[in-house]
């Protein structure tokens, strides 16, 4: 999700508040180039590199929405809601009852949390694209951002408790700024799929390889920038492949 690195820049936060003494991996990763200037110049490039991709890809995801689809999807909100109680009650309770039986340590339950409690950004769009799903579907749970402006920090709250005392200072406004930034660029490709439908396939193309493109390069660039990621303990490592199967089972 876009609001992603204002929740893993709360966590540093809260973790170097911490018993010094505990090895906080999360920090050491988000730490990874400072005093480094290379690391510190291509993580500026890639953030400016991520804006426009997404901004593309959204465009071009807003190509195949018809306003009619739209609609109809608005008039049927079942499978909004599922969404919504699957992210925000079935996912957050999932991930802190695997915390508890794999004994993690509280940065990297917290870590799980705050993951568990993100809804999913324009990379299950991109994905609902490829495999031929429902985009229109996809692209409507934007209101997951809206209800995580409040179910996210309840959620943190809630659960988060069992492992740290520390309080939460949410990032309200980061939130909206994620919010309008998705809203504009997949308007913007509604009105061209209704005005200028031809100019709007080819939208829709070259954002299917922007999107490759996108996924390449994400993966490349936090390779090089956080190698310490291939260091996390297997317990991580484990849940990382868990915890999405069992999102995408019970979904």
């Not at 709360?10 to 988000?30: C, R, W």
Request: charged content about 10%; aromatic content about 10%.
């Amino acid at each position: 999700m876009e609001t992603t690195g204002s929740w893993v820049n709360m966590f540093d936060n809260i973790a170097s508040t911490q018993n010094s003494g505990s090895y906080n991996v999360t920090a050491d990763l988000m730490a990874a180039d400072d005093g480094d200037p290379t690391k510190k110049f291509i993580k500026k490039i890639s953030d400016i590199l991520m804006i426009v991709l997404l901004a593309v890809i959204l465009l071009s995801l807003g190509c195949t929405i018809e306003p009619t689809k739209l609609l109809q999807q608005i008039k049927k909100p079942v499978p909004v809601i599922i969404g919504i109680v699957l992210q925000f009650i079935v996912y957050p309770l999932t991930a802190f009852g695997f915390a508890h039986a794999f004994q993690l340590n509280k940065y990297d339950a917290l870590g799980l949390l705050i993951l568990a409690t993100c809804p999913g950004g324009s990379l299950s769009n991109l994905i609902t694209f490829y495999s031929s799903g429902d985009v229109c579907l996809s692209m409507i749970r934007l209101h997951d951002t809206t209800v995580a402006i409040g179910m996210m920090p309840l959620n943190l709250w809630l659960y988060s408790r069992s492992f740290i005392s520390s309080t939460f200072t949410v990032p309200y406004v980061n939130i909206v700024i994620s919010l309008v930034s998705i809203l504009v660029p997949v308007a913007i490709g509604i009105v061209i799929l209704k005005k200028l439908p031809k100019v709007a396939s080819y939208i829709t193309k070259a954002g299917g390889v922007v999107g490759m493109l996108f996924i390449v390069t994400v993966i490349a660039i936090n390779i090089y920038l956080y190698p310490g990621l291939f260091s996390s303990d297997w317990k991580m490592v484990l849940l990382a492949i868990i915890l999405p199967l069992f999102g995408l089972s019970v979904g």
